[in-house]
Antibody
Framework: EVQLVESGGGLVQPGGSLRLSCVAS????????MNWVRQAPGKGLEWLSY????????FYADSVEGRFTIFRDNTKNSLYLQMNSLRAEDTAVYFC????????????WGQGTLVTVS | QSALTQPASVSGSPGQSITISCTGT?????????VSWYQQHPGKAPKLLIC???DRPSGVSNRFSGSKSGNTASLTISGLQAEDEATYYC???????????FGTGTQVTVL
């Protein structure tokens, strides 16, 4: 069974940093592209960042470019999001999501981890 | 990258069919056959319903179907059921370095 489990969320002050983790199981993690998506309270989904299976390609939304860094460790089946210079508007539930191969869609999602910047 | 435009809400009676629209531009929906649809119940993670405009992943009910015309994509839910009450999001690949752009979301209410 495919599982994605996020952790690392919590309360942080504006300007602070936080690192989110997502541990994958039930599939060959190194074969899949991965993403981070967030959802502010009562709001819609916002795609944040993408990383290719081989690390070579990374994309970021304009809203987090230069502040957030996506990376992965295929030996640990883990995806990470390093978040710096956090702002109140970064308050959201953060999901990791697996790319559905060759369709530019996300077929498995974690349960999410809440980040509160206040 | 601006969000794709969806109606805020759509409703229908059990057994009816409803259609949710998702309007983008020639740089996203109009340019790529990479439109997908997600269902999200309150407090839960999104669930992929449709990928590549009209493909259903394994396990997704055939009551859900997708299509696209020009810059607008659509999700049709046939035989509406109480469990379909949720928020639905479309997404599309874009011509920018953005992997996905999501729609604004549509709350479906089963009357």
């Amino acid at each position: 069974e495919v599982q994605l489990v996020e952790s690392g969320g919590g309360l942080v002050q504006p300007g602070g940093s936080l690192r989110l983790s997502c541990v994958a199981s039930g599939f060959t993690f190194s074969n899949y592209e991965m993403n981070w998506v967030r959802q502010a309270p009562g709001k819609g989904l916002e795609w944040l960042s993408y990383i290719s299976s081989t690390f070579n390609t990374k994309f970021y939304a304009d809203s987090v470019e230069g502040r957030f860094t996506i990376f992965r460790d295929n030996t640990k089946n883990s995806l990470y999001l390093q978040m710096n210079s956090l702002r109140a508007e970064d308050t959201a539930v953060y999901f990791c999501a697996r790319d559905h191969q060759n369709t530019v869609s996300a077929d498995y999602w974690g349960q999410g981890t809440l980040v509160t910047v206040s | 990258q601006s969000a794709l435009t969806q109606p805020a809400s759509v409703s229908g009676s059990p057994g009816q069919s409803i259609t949710i629209s998702c309007t983008g531009t020639s740089g996203d929906i109009g340019a790529y056959n990479y439109v997908s649809w997600y269902q999200q119940h309150p407090g839960k993670a999104p669930k992929l319903l449709i990928c590549a405009v009209s493909d259903r992943p394994s396990g997704v009910s055939n009551r859900f179907s997708g299509s696209k015309s020009g810059n607008t994509a659509s999700l049709t839910i046939s035989g509406l059921q109480a469990e379909d009450e949720a928020t639905y999001y479309c997404s599309s690949h874009t011509h920018t370095n953005t992997r996905y752009v999501f729609g604004t979301g549509t709350q479906v209410t089963v009357l």
